[in-house]
């Protein structure tokens, strides 16, 4: 996120840029001082992306001498009067120095329009290939950036994503607006991914929730389409038998196959298969097996696989009163709402989490940051269940969760 400051000593005037500036607050972030010498201090210790000032202020630092400080320490700071000086000779100091020169009252949609220009132009451009729109989003995300995002396809299909401090905000692609495009757009198989140059104006939010659980249904959805035309092939591919029941009914005469094998009972069930599980069904009960292995844990009760959206994918349990198909996503939502509570504290995500009920225990563990694929685990033990152990085996099973679901 781009931080620009402000500089004024007029309280009245910062307070007047303040409401105005507050809604394109998904552009970039303004820093308000009133004072020269507050200004200098948080150019030597901040990361600064573009100055706003005024030129006449009281004090040993007013406007002229901020510009030659950023210019004398060779900072790469662009900047930006704005100002009431009609003294042409004392404005020719800066002039030369700075992107541009306002008189005030200055008109807000210029000032915004000649900030996100500058901005613009410090915005990495260029295109990213070989680099999964989900991975990138994440990092997007992890580092609460705001740009707008093209993804394509060799094929000519392209859309945008709109990321303000790594929030999706919007999505367009072809005829689809928001959620519904961004699905479309995360779930892309080989896209190349462009950072497009910032909107001048500010961007309507039409995506709501968190960006992970956003990832995670659009992968869902990828999957879920995918094994259904895995389905539709394989019915064509695979014509059904014609039934013995059916040749009787179309001919009035037993099929060959039936006058062969005999009308008895135990000849028709002798005849009859089982369909072999499909590929969900055994990575299911694979990781069904991998949280059996929690139960050699000491107060062990349950335990679960969830996706990002609180769907139990696989479960294992040894005590019937915890049912946690109908439980897990409350739990999860508890998760979520402790990502986002980290992030607002400047603690980045919650990547782990243990409750302590009179009772018994609740660990929470998810699949990690860079992980391909997020989900969570959860654990639930008797009030003396041993917690160290059911942390560590948590963290090994991850991977081996991963794997499954990649």
Sequence with gaps: MYNVLIVDDDQFTLNLLGDQLKSYGDLFTPIYVNDGQKAIDILDAEKISLLVTDLVMPGEFD???????IEKKQFDIPCIVITSCEEEERLQQVRHKVRHLFYKPVQIQQLVESITAILNEGLAQGSLQGVS??????????????????????DGKKGLLYISKGTLYDAMFKDLRGLEAAYRLIAMDTPKLQIKTLPRKKIRRRIEGEMMGIIMEAMRLKDEAAEDKQNTDNQVENKTPVSFDEVESATGQPSMEKAQTGNGQDDQQAGETTSPPTQKENNTMSMEATLEELRSIKGYKAAALMNYTGEVLA?????EDVDLDNVGAVF??????????AGKVGLKVCTELTMKTPDGLIIMSCS??????HFHLIAILDKDGNQALAKMQLDKMIPKMLAELS
């Design 63 to 69: 406007g002229w001498a901020i510009v030659d400080h």
């Design 133 to 154: 729109a989900v991975s990138f989003l994440q990092l997007l995300e992890m580092e609460g950036k705001t740009c707008l995002l093209e993804i394509s396809e060799s």
């Design 315 to 319: 479960a294992d349990s040894i005590d």
């Design 332 to 341: 999860n939502d508890i998760f979520r709402s402790s990502h986002e509570a």
């Design 368 to 373: 990690g940051l860079d992980a391909a694929v």
